[in-house]
T-cell receptor, first 111, second 111 residues
Framework: ETGVTQSPTHLIKTRGQQVTLRCSSQSGHNTVSWYQQALGQGPQFIFQYYREEENGRGNFPPRFSGLQFPNYSSELNVNALELDDSALYLC??????????FGPGTRLTVL | GQNIDQPTEMTATEGAIVQINCTYQ??????LFWYQQHAGEAPTFLSYNVLDGLEEKGRFSSFLSRSKGYSYLLLKELQMKDSASYLCAVGVNSGYSTLTFGKGTMLLVSP
């Protein structure tokens, strides 16, 4: 186990709703990265937080937003959910640019 | 941009050796990572190469040639539990460090 935890495990939402996913990083890690993994695909980078600030973002629209807290835990918020947002959402923690270790993921289904 | 290619599927027999290839084109190269992902689970870190050559870790070895944009993961003495998706990921540094993943290679180990 990596020591990275995510909640909830599974979630079902309908189109147009909003969702918040949570991640607790491994002890000693100060960087959290979020990824979206559609079925049969590799994870796609959403954004990264370092010391409570977003310091990098992938090709995702602004309705994907996040936060990092002083204890380095993090949230991913998605507004105005679309069917294509159905995926496994993974967070990974690291000590700055070192190896990233993944949490178990949140499976989001949008109906 | 980044482009990472790896075979979609491979099959092998228990006890055999299998090599999974990965080619990449990227800017800001910051290392080559291999992750293992069982169905419905999070990716788990297997190996990291930043310099050319072979890194060996038990039954798993990983090779990198930066000039050729090429890596492979070698799995020896295959076991049934090695049936999983193997993700090749390039570490990219563009002001911040993140991972760009290939689509993964699904390995099926049969008795």
């Amino acid at each position: 186990e990596t020591g990275v935890t995510q909640s909830p495990t599974h979630l079902i939402k309908t189109r147009g709703q909003q969702v918040t996913l949570r991640c607790s990083s491994q002890s000693g890690h100060n960087t959290v990265s979020w990824y979206q993994q559609a079925l049969g695909q590799g994870p796609q980078f959403i954004f990264q937080y370092y010391r409570e600030e977003e310091n990098g973002r992938g090709n995702f629209p602004p309705r994907f937003s996040g936060l990092q807290f002083p204890n380095y835990s993090s949230e991913l918020n998605v507004n105005a959910l679309e069917l294509d947002d159905s995926a496994l959402y993974l967070c990974a923690s690291s000590l700055q640019s070192d190896t990233q270790y993944f949490g178990p993921g949140t499976r989001l289904t949008v109906l | 941009g980044q482009n990472i290619d790896q075979p979609t599927e491979m099959t092998a027999t228990e006890g055999a050796i299998v090599q999974i290839n990965c080619t990449y084109q990227t800017s800001g190269f910051n290392g080559l990572f291999w992750y293992q992902q069982h169905a419905g689970e999070a990716p788990t870190f297997l190996s990291y190469n930043v310099l050319d050559g072979l890194e060996e870790k038990g039954r798993f070895s990983s090779f990198l040639s930066r000039s050729k944009g090429y890596s492979y993961l070698l799995l020896k003495e295959l076991q049934m539990k090695d049936s999983a998706s193997y993700l090749c990921a390039v570490g990219v540094n563009s002001g911040y460090s993140t991972l760009t993943f290939g689509k993964g290679t699904m390995l099926l180990v049969s008795p």
